[in-house]
């Protein structure tokens, strides 16, 4: 429900649980923008493209809210006040009736739920311009660098006491900024390679744990009118980039904040990439993207990189059939997967921002047992915190259990919080050349290099 990159409208959703689109942000989210509706799936997408100052004042007014007050809530005229919460439209069946329910249970104040469908990302970065932005927001991976240093968020972190410690710690650290956390994350979401167990064994193939293995496998595996192995109707130019940097033991930035793959090892990873495209083992023009689990299930692939969200439709259809692994590894790199979030934001700038914080205190941290509800009854998610990935019951055996334990094992951000939009854009035009074009590696890291170290200096880094 993640990010980069979950499910959202029903027109992309998975068989049996829509969903509504980054990371990519790239979800994030980290997110990609490759499909205009916002879902938790584009968590795990590869980046999300600002719109101009000038197209985002011109729909900063359409709110999209019913009988909103200005200036980001008021009160109801009593003690109570009310407050206006904001979320994406998710396409999972129950998610907008479940966020209402815990809306009404809340005690201390009118909370009132905008459900939002259509481009959320651009919608929410234009509405926190106005007077009209809600009290209580969602946003893929959290706040982008531009909300916090903007003062449009509020820092959050007096609200965690002890139970910090609890959530996971790769998705606090890309919510926090100079020591303040500015969101908390609401569940935990990510991509694994999915394979038919029967077409492996037929073909006499091991799980792969290497790209090299994988490559072979996919080819092995291609026979007919089926392909080896799906990641995506564009060749993984939105999926892959995070996952090979990563596997390589790179990743987008340093822990220093420099640039973080002018490095032989990326030049070796995406040059891999063009390859398998190249390969012909790649199921390209699937009839539903990477988000959905149907090409694997109709068997036009042996293998997918694809979300979590869809084991259960997967055990659906192939029940027992399948395994889960990691992205594999590059030579003197790791197994790796995207791990995307969406975080619970708090206006800064609203007339009720301690009710709002209280509000957020209670759902997401104090409710455990809604988290737990968000995160499991509504398609498959991993709980943000670690205390409840104990307590979740689709978690605790079989294919499930291994992909919690791989997104503990090998999950990464799905990109820094001061990797930004614009350095997101210009890393998903070096993948859409490398990969489908065959251009120089070094010389188009090199461009995003640029693009990267120039919005860091914009940030003070």
């Known amino acids: 429900m993640s990010p980069s990159s979950r499910p959202s409208v029903p027109s992309a959703a998975p068989s049996d649980a829509p969903l509504a689109s980054a990371d990519a942000p790239q979800a994030g989210p980290g997110r990609w923008r490759s499909n205009p509706a916002l879902t938790r799936r584009s968590l795990l ?4 493209a600002a719109s101009a100052m000038g197209a985002l004042a011109a729909c900063g007014s359409n709110t999209g809210r019913d009988e909103a007050p200005v200036g980001g809530g008021g009160t109801s005229g009593g003690s109570t006040p009310t407050l206006n919460q904001w979320y994406h439209q998710y396409g999972e069946a129950g998610t907008q009736q479940a966020v209402q329910r815990y809306a009404k249970e809340y005690p201390d104040a009118t909370v009132k739920v905008t459900w939002k469908p259509g481009d959320y990302d651009q919608s929410m970065v ?14 893929g991976n959290g706040p982008t660098i531009d909300m916090i240093t903007g ?16 959530f996971d710690q790769a998705l606090i650290d890309r919510v926090t900024y100079q020591g303040k956390i500015y969101a908390i994350p609401q569940v935990l979401d990510s991509q694994v390679l999915v394979y038919r167990k029967s077409a492996l064994q037929k073909a006499g193939v091991t799980p792969p744990a290497t790209v090299d293995e994988l490559l072979a496998a996919a080819k092995t595996l291609t026979s007919g009118d089926v392909k080896g192995l799906f990641v995506g109707n564009d060749g993984g130019v939105s999926i892959l980039g995070g996952p090979m940097l990563w596997a390589s033991g790179l ?20 040059t891999k990439l063009r390859e398998l495209f190249a390969s012909k083992t790649l199921l390209l023009g699937a009839p539903k993207d990477w988000f959905d689990a149907s090409a694997l299930t109709q068997g036009l692939a042996a293998m997918q990189f694809t979300g979590l969200w869809n084991l ?11 395994g889960v692994l990691p992205w594999p590894a590059m030579p003197g790199g790791a197994p790796a997967v995207p791990v995307g979030a969406y975080g619970a934001c708090v206006f800064a700038k609203g007339k009720n921002v301690d009710a709002a914080k209280k509000f957020v205190k209670w759902l997401w941290i104090d409710s455990t047992d809604r988290q737990l ?20 019951e ?24 001061l990797w930004t939009p614009k350095c997101s854009t210009a890393f998903g035009d ?32």
Do not use: C
Not at 151 to 166: I, P
Not at 380 to 392: D, E, T, Y
Not at 394 to 417: C, F, M, N, R, Y
């Open 430 to 461: 070096m993948m859409t050349r490398i990969v489908k074009e065959g251009a120089d590696p070094k010389a188009e890291i090199a461009k995003v290099k640029a693009v990267a170290e120039a919005e860091l200096e914009r940030l003070g880094v």
């Open 312 to 322: 259960p439709a997967i055990e659906k259809a192939i029940p027992g059939d399948y």
């Open 373 to 392: 509800d968000w995160a499991q009854s509504y398609g498959f998610h991993i709980p943000a915190r670690q205390s409840l990935v104990g307590r979740a």
């Open 45 to 48: 997408s590869l980046g999300v």
């Open 251 to 270: 990743d987008y930035l340093t822990k220093e904040n420099t640039f973080g793959f002018d490095d032989p090892k990326a030049v070796a990873a995406f």
């Open 394 to 417: 689709k978690l605790k055996s079989g294919p499930a259990a291994e992909a919690a334990k791989i997104v503990t094992d090998h999950g990464h951000a799905q990109t820094p919080l």
């Open 151 to 166: 003062g449009q968020v509020a820092d959050l972190s007096d609200l965690f006491g002890d139970a910090k410690a609890d």
């Open 126 to 139: 234009a509405t926190l311009l106005t007077a009209g932005a809600p009290d209580v927001f969602e946003y």
